[in-house]
């Protein structure tokens, strides 16, 4: 039987495959946008904490040491009638 020659088989033309990669890069750009976050630290910046400190001054003045004196005073009770005493009442009008 006589040899059938083997046909070469047509190569398909590859694609340029340079296009494709290049689609993805310009989407990296916007990444540079972010630090533009960082501005809003600065805000953060509070000045008036600091002043908060200066009410413990406050906090001597509750020690009050003469309080825990008082009590030391006896409460005498004093008599609230006072006796009338008859050489100390005026002489009658009368006489």
């Given at each position: 039987?006589?040899?059938?020659?083997?046909?070469?088989q047509?190569?398909?033309?590859?694609?340029?495959?340079?296009?494709?990669?290049?689609?993805p890069?310009?989407?990296?750009?916007?990444l540079?946008?972010?630090?533009?976050?960082?501005?809003v630290?600065?805000?953060?910046?509070?000045?008036?904490?600091?002043?908060?400190?200066?009410?413990?001054?406050?906090?001597?003045?509750?020690?009050?040491p003469?309080?825990?004196?008082?009590?030391?005073?006896?409460?005498?009770?004093?008599p609230?009638?006072?006796?009338?005493?008859?050489?100390?009442?005026?002489?009658?009008?009368?006489?």
């Amino acid at each position: 039987m006589p040899s059938i020659p083997t046909l070469p088989q047509p190569t398909l033309p590859t694609l340029p495959t340079t296009q494709q990669p290049s689609l993805p890069k310009p989407s990296l750009p916007p990444l540079p946008s972010m630090p533009t976050l960082p501005t809003v630290v600065p805000k953060a910046t509070l000045p008036p904490l600091p002043s908060m400190p200066t009410l413990p001054t406050v906090v001597p003045k509750l020690s009050l040491p003469p309080l825990p004196s008082m009590p030391s005073i006896p409460n005498i009770p004093l008599p609230t009638t006072i006796p009338s005493i008859p050489f100390l009442s005026p002489p009658p009008a009368g006489n």
